[in-house]
């Protein structure tokens, strides 16, 4: 194979892994912050008296979820703009 088709099939895997990045992420994290949204309603609804307690700690672990996604997110954009496989081939 010639040194263009290198780059073609090194761009078209690394497109690929872009969008399994952000896909698989944001759906892992929708899911996440849903059920644990549940049972923070589920938790608020059995025992009204701990619902400050336990909204501080379902705040906490929606940003660690949303950050999670953030970074997977800030991954895909590195080898979508700066791809570091592409310097093997040159």
């Not at 194979?1 to 990045?21: D, H, P, R, V």
């Not at 705040?59 to 791809?83: K, R, Y």
């Amino acid at each position: 194979m010639e040194k263009l088709q290198f780059l073609a099939m090194i761009q078209a895997y690394t497109s690929i892994g872009i969008g399994l990045i952000i896909g698989l992420g944001a759906a892992g994290a929708c899911i996440g912050v849903g059920i644990m949204c549940s049972r923070f309603l589920e938790g608020a609804a059995r025992q009204p008296e701990m619902v400050p307690a336990l909204q501080a700690k379902v705040f906490l672990l929606l940003g660690l979820i949303d950050a999670s996604f953030i970074i997977g997110v800030g991954l895909a954009m590195l080898f979508a703009f700066g791809n570091p496989l592409l310097a093997v081939v040159r």
